[in-house]
């Protein structure tokens, strides 16, 4: 490798542990306004941004590892998808159970569009990375060496 290319490859290691450092602080106020939001206001809509809040520090946490395709960053992603398709449910729920939590110049129909949309891409995108992980642990154990006959009792 050249000087060029490696010092092209820590600025870019840099910008993106700053982008996960962002997102985890992001998150972390998130989730500290939902916790706020539950003591004063309604839970529906504190469980929804503390589940948000959540998502965004799993977020952070996997692009802070820098883990590509490691059996924990797909673990970590497929928890974080798993959280976003509960604030989806939590947005719908929220605008059925309680429109009133979205007077004034908001309305239970952004809501309702929101959380539909979210469970439109994650919902989806839950089940390509559960499938990915069953494909990754089949092929584990389908692997040459790794037959019955070899377990050590």
């Known amino acids: 490798m050249n000087a060029a290319f490696r010092n092209f490859a820590q600025k870019y290691k840099r910008k993106e542990r700053r982008k996960a450092i962002a997102m985890f602080i992001i998150g972390v106020l998130f989730t500290a306004s939902g916790v706020f939001i539950w003591f004063t206001d309604t839970m529906w809509l504190a469980l929804t941004s503390i589940a948000f809040g959540l998502t965004v520090i799993l977020g952070g946490v996997l692009g802070w590892s820098h883990a590509d395709g490691s059996d924990g960053s797909?673990?970590?992603?497929?928890?974080?998808?798993?959280?976003?398709?509960i604030l989806s449910a939590l947005l719908i729920i929220n605008a059925v159970v309680s429109p009133e939590d979205f007077q004034g110049h908001r309305s239970p129909i952004y809501a309702l569009i929101a959380g539909t949309l979210g469970l439109a891409f994650f919902g989806p995108g839950l089940i390509v990375l559960i499938v990915k992980l069953v494909r990754k642990s089949s092929s584990r154990s389908n692997s040459p060496g790794n037959t019955e006959n070899d377990v050590i009792r």
């Open 74 to 85: 797909l673990m970590v992603a497929l928890i974080a998808c798993v959280l976003f398709v």
